[in-house]
């Protein structure tokens, strides 16, 4: 679709004051898979359940590219008696965990489009996860800001901050909203499986916002006019978080590991790389533009080797950290908030004229993106 002059004016990243290494918690995690092996051996001599396997950070870093991760919380996450962070409990009075990750996000984004709460008329929380089904995340924080107007939260995991701002683009360019905050507060611990060799180090948590204005609004240094927006969804259940409040219903334990995060990593990479590189090559013809156009691809931050593999398809060869930036190193996967740490961190040496792309894609399957050109 045409955004009929709608702009990318701010964005902010906010990162937690924690760090877990790779090694920290590789440490952790064959620690407690040791400790299993030694408190289940004759189950495991038997052959009525598997061997915990070992893991080492050099497999991690091989199989994904990250080196380490941010956590809201540390505590508990590398305890071999709880291998979960020990996130405590606030008042209903008080403000949120995630409501507070997502405030300080969008106080950064709204500084960087020279905008207060007063000029915002529509928050969307948009991640993976929420922390509560109600009363919205989206709403406590508008509320924080000091925001007037309506918020609203969604989920479409990892795709989730892009197809919020296809929903803020939609919203402008119909006249229902003037000014629009993207928020992404990416609390991602509490649903990593730390005892699952092969998911416990994917990821991180951070919190990322976007503002999005009139075209004529926008008074900021660095602004990008959306060029045209696409979403698709195809059902998958290649990766999955069954957690819910239905577990009340059905005795099944709710914090049991097939409610937490688990994916069959094979299939999500020989499935989605290709429907995400059809996916922009696709959005780019229909702008009438070459892939060759575009200046810069903030791509998703999932698994170094997927995005390799959808810029191979893209333009026949791996592109460089200027053309498409990494930063799943530092931060690993954070949901949504990839392609938006991405953008962050590499936008502003962008010159007028220039196209860039953000893109995301995961569970659902689901895939988003935008295409962007600095005014």
């Known amino acids: 679709m045409s955004s009929n002059g709608v702009v990318i004016s701010g964005a902010g990243l906010w990162k937690p004051e924690h760090t877990v290494t790779n090694e920290e918690l590789v440490e952790s995690y064959n620690a407690w898979a040791q400790r ?3 408190q289940h051996a004759e189950t495991i001599a038997a052959g009525e359940e598997e061997e915990k396997p070992l893991s080492s950070a050099e497999f991690v870093e091989k199989a994904s590219g990250i080196r380490q991760r941010y956590a809201y919380i540390k505590d508990g996450i590398l305890d071999v008696e709880r291998m979960r962070p020990r996130i405590p409990v606030r008042p209903d009075e008080e403000l949120s965990h995630q409501a507070e990750i997502a405030v300080n996000a969008a106080k950064l984004a709204l500084e960087g489009a020279g905008r207060i709460g007063g000029d915002v008329d529509m928050v969307i929380v948009s991640c993976a996860y929420t922390q509560r089904s109600y009363p919205a995340i989206a709403i406590e924080a508008q509320h924080a800001l000091g925001i007037e107007g309506f918020g609203f939260d969604m989920l479409v995991a990892c795709s989730a901050a892009t197809f919020a701002l296809q929903r803020a683009v939609d919203a402008i360019a119909a006249g229902s909203a003037k000014c629009v905050l993207v928020i992404n507060p990416e609390l991602t611990s509490p649903q990593v499986n730390y005892t699952d060799r092969d998911s416990h180090f994917i990821f991180g948590d951070v919190s990322t916002a976007i503002v999005l204005e009139r075209e004529e609004d926008a008074s900021a240094e660095h602004v990008y006019k959306v060029l045209g927006s696409r979403a698709v969804t195809l059902y998958s259940n290649n990766i999955r978080s069954n957690f819910g409040y239905v577990s009340y219903a059905d ?26 590189a ?6 780019i013809a229909d702008l009438q533009l070459a892939v060759t156009d575009v200046k810069r691809w903030w791509l998703h931050q999932a698994n170094l080797n997927m995005n390799q593999l959808i810029t191979r398809r893209l ?15 530092e931060y690993a996967n954070t949901a949504s908030a990839g392609s938006i740490i991405a953008f962050c961190l590499y936008n502003k040496d962008l010159q007028a004229g220039d196209v860039g792309v953000i893109c995301s894609f995961g569970a659902g399957y689901s895939i988003g993106s935008l295409v962007i050109q600095k005014l």
Do not use: W
């Open 251 to 276: 005795d099944s334990d709710p914090y049991g590991t097939d409610k937490l995060f688990h994916q069959n990593g094979r299939k999500v990479f020989k499935e989605v790389c290709p429907m995400a």
């Open 36 to 38: 299993y092996n030694e």
């Open 278 to 283: 059809e996916h922009l090559a696709g959005q």
């Open 315 to 329: 333009i026949g060869r791996d592109m460089t950290q200027e053309e498409a930036p990494i930063v799943l190193d």
